[in-house]
């Protein structure tokens, strides 16, 4: 282990939450030249309760930590312990984002080149499958008096570097060090020549659990840099760290450019419904603000839930929530903001004049005093910038990304709709990959962003029907590369 000095750590703690669980127990083994020169032991009063199921695991109860120090009370003499070391810990992004976030709480900075071991077994000892550490233990006929326990699990690290060294030789193992600490960023269940491979284009990327279930999805315009970023923030980021945890594969699909990945990953969300993704918890059916029209000429307006918004209501629409409550909560404000009545915005239920009335936030369409054409035109400037936005083309457009001048997307768009989705590349193939067919409330954020922004309009060209026919074809070929190229810009 040449001259380096390592601090073989490990830690118990009340749970696996960064921002609420706390250590309890914390052992740190310095060693130089391969021979222990220093130890560092403590239980740790956490100031929070101790499940049940942590003390059946550790044996550590509330009342063994009662008169321990806490974190605060050992900060210096950790910080000093641990200083011009290597941080070694079995699964070591674990160990040292809890102690970087304890150090962080006390307002005392921290950091510190890391060592993983369980990540270095897997790379010297690669024909195993199993690189926990009862799985180490059991290979290589490591005592642990204490499993479990800090000091024990800690001692255990310390008896497979040994080993480890001793078996490999000391070349191969400062290699295997070398290797992993390059490596440490990556969670230990992925292969990190896998991720370092990934493409750095535009696309969206997929975190996939030890069981196939789906983890994330995201999308980005450089790939492997994105991927990257969720595990150096592990530290920090309580969500980050859960999934560094779980990830036990990752996949990409590449796109054209970043308007493909956003409507891509807004798909995925949807059909697959990962557990990280905030969008994936959301609603399916939406709420849509409809306008009508009173028996005395006054606009007025309904809620209502709705799968999906038909092309052919989208004029009859003067805003899509979320939820009830979201959309309830706006129509207060907007009335409020634009002296609206509440009562033909269907938030008050009274006889007579509305609440309203008594604020001087009404002019009494109500009661029919207000005139008619000057209260709907407050009703449509109100709910001008919330209304699904007027589709500025007369027909279908076609939305084209290149990347590299080679490979491309080419979108097919009509009244906000996504009709299809055709991959090209220079050499002559061309493929229909998706057919939608249908109005997506965040496609259509998406795209609407997108079409408005007049940086994007060299991108966008509006189809002639004959055009328009060649493209929307359901044969297998149903359009040649060189229609594409007649047709594209």
Known sequence: MNNQVFCIVDIETTGCGLLHDRIIDISAIKVKEGKIIATFQSLLNPNTY????????????????????????ITLELKYFLESSIFV????????????????????????????TARLSKYLFPRYRRHNLDAIIERFDIKCEARHRACGDAKATYDFLMKASEKVGSKKFAEGVKKVMGDRAIPVNLEAAKIRSLPETPGVYFFYGKDGEVLYVGKSKNLRTRVMSHFAQHHSVQKEMRISQAVHR?????????????????????????????????????????KTLTEYGYLAVSLEHIDTVLLDDLQNILGVYKSLTQAKQSLKKIGYDHELCPKLLGIEKTKGACF??????????????????????????????????????????????????????????????????????DGGECEQVRQDHAFDYDAYKILARYIMNPINKRTIKPLTSTEYKALINYTENFVTTEELVTISL
Not at 50 to 73: C, E
Not at 381 to 400: L, S
């Open 50 to 73: 101790i499940p049940s199921s942590i003390t059946n695991i550790t044996g550590i109860s509330s009342d063994d930590v009662k008169y321990a120090p806490s974190f605060d009370d």
């Open 356 to 425: 309203y009335i008594q604020l001087n936030k009404c002019g009494g369409a109500c009661l029919g005093t207000e005139e008619k054409l000057t209260y709907n035109k407050k009703v449509l400037t109100a709910f001008k910038y919330r209304k699904i936005k007027t589709w500025p083309y007369e027909g279908p457009v076609m939305i084209e990304e290149k990347r590299n001048n080679e490979n491309g997307e080419a979108f097919i768009v009509d009244n906000w709709c996504l009709l299809t989705v055709i991959k090209f590349d």
């Open 89 to 116: 810990a079995h699964n070591a992004r674990f160990d040292y984002g809890f102690i970087k976030n304890e150090f962080r709480r006390v307002g005392v900075p921290f950091s510190s080149p890391v060592l993983c």
């Open 250 to 290: 990752v996949e990409v699909e590449e796109t054209a450019g970043e308007l493909g990945a956003l409507l891509l990953e807004s798909s995925h969300i949807k059909n697959m419904s990962p557990l990280y993704n905030r969008m994936s918890r959301r609603v399916k059916k939406l709420v849509v603000v409809r």
